[in-house]
């Protein structure tokens, strides 16, 4: 494997539960050299490291597309611990952040050094398990809670303790001391949707208060034109083309889904993978940029009085405008032609 294909890769090692069969994976990750760091993400960056820095815990907050989550990974990873990552779940309850009881644990014992006595005791307890947060902060784990807004506020009760207090209270089924000490290590991230989204719960006041939120907005142009070009290893030009194309089309007002990056990266590897180029008069990508484009612009979840056939031709505006240079081997073959048309007049 190539040094630089390495660097990339994030390890991961289990991390086993008081002896239980079923390990916690954690991940050992490492700034990605294909990170994209454009001044726009740069401060970003630099700002939530301080946050972190002082202590505080990390909250992103954006709509999708935004790069949310790959901020978190890369700033987990320039703290140089391992991560644990948890993903919000509306079906969470607050054993599976903090852990609970697992079956039985089952111990018998038999006494016959008399050999005509047989003593038998058998006993039974339940056995508890700790669950990805308790691990992270026993351990000092950076923790990575990722859409934490998706499960249930009284889901998300233990960290009002961890981040103010730095303690957890555990069950008296747990057994030991009724608080644990979060470990001087443990930091934390956390990712969320907007409010309106489907299926997000609004954040508690006490929680909010207890971390830094920054607000994420859409990425300028730069950063869009960088990313496309790592991520699909295209040329400058046609990154540029397809970022504003993409760009101008979210600003079409009544759209049913705003295209985010992960349009324009779709785009960019469809477009490397045929060899293609983005020009208006390459069927091919227009007909990729509609696949691509068209069907969330036209879901029907919102309320609008733009058509299909009226966005579409929308689309190919601003295709036209942003695309309408000719392919150099198209322009060639028009040379041609108009070479042969002149040679057969004379």
Known sequence: ??????????????????????????????????????????????????????????????????????LAMHLASLIERPIMLIFGDDEFGSSDLIGGQAGYRRTKVVDNFIHSVLKTEDNMRQQWVDNRL???????????????????????????????????????????????????????????????????????????????????????????????????????????????????????????????IRSVIMIARVLKLRGSSAYANNQSFVKVCMDVLLPGATRGEKETTLTRSKIETLLMDLIEKHCSKEAPQEKKTKARKVKEEELTKV
């Open 1 to 70: 494997m190539p040094e630089d294909e390495k660097n990339n890769q994030d390890t991961a090692a289990n991390w086993f539960r008081g002896g239980e069969e079923e390990p916690i994976t954690i991940i050992n990750a490492k700034p990605r050299s294909d990170f994209v760091k454009t001044p726009f993400i740069s401060e970003i960056v630099d700002r939530a490291m301080s946050y972190i820095q002082a202590g505080y815990p990390v909250h992103f907050r954006g709509p999708a597309g935004t790069g949310k989550t790959t």
């Open 134 to 260: 308790t691990v992270a902060c026993k351990e000092g784990l950076t923790l990575i809670y990722d859409e934490f807004t998706r499960s249930r506020p009284e889901a998300n009760n233990a960290l009002l303790s961890i981040l103010e207090e730095k303690l957890i209270a555990m069950p008296a089924l747990r057994g030991g001391e009724g608080y644990l000490k979060v470990h001087p290590d443990f930091r934390a991230i956390f990712t969320s949707n907007p409010e309106e989204y489907a299926g997000v719960h609004k954040v508690q006041d006490a929680l909010q208060d207890r971390m830094i939120t920054i607000d994420l907005q859409r990425l300028d142009e730069e950063t869009e034109v960088e990313i496309a070009k790592t991520k699909a290893n295209i040329q400058h030009e046609n990154a540029l083309r397809i970022t504003r194309v993409v760009r101008d089309f979210r600003e079409i007002g009544e759209l049913s889904v705003l295209p985010t």
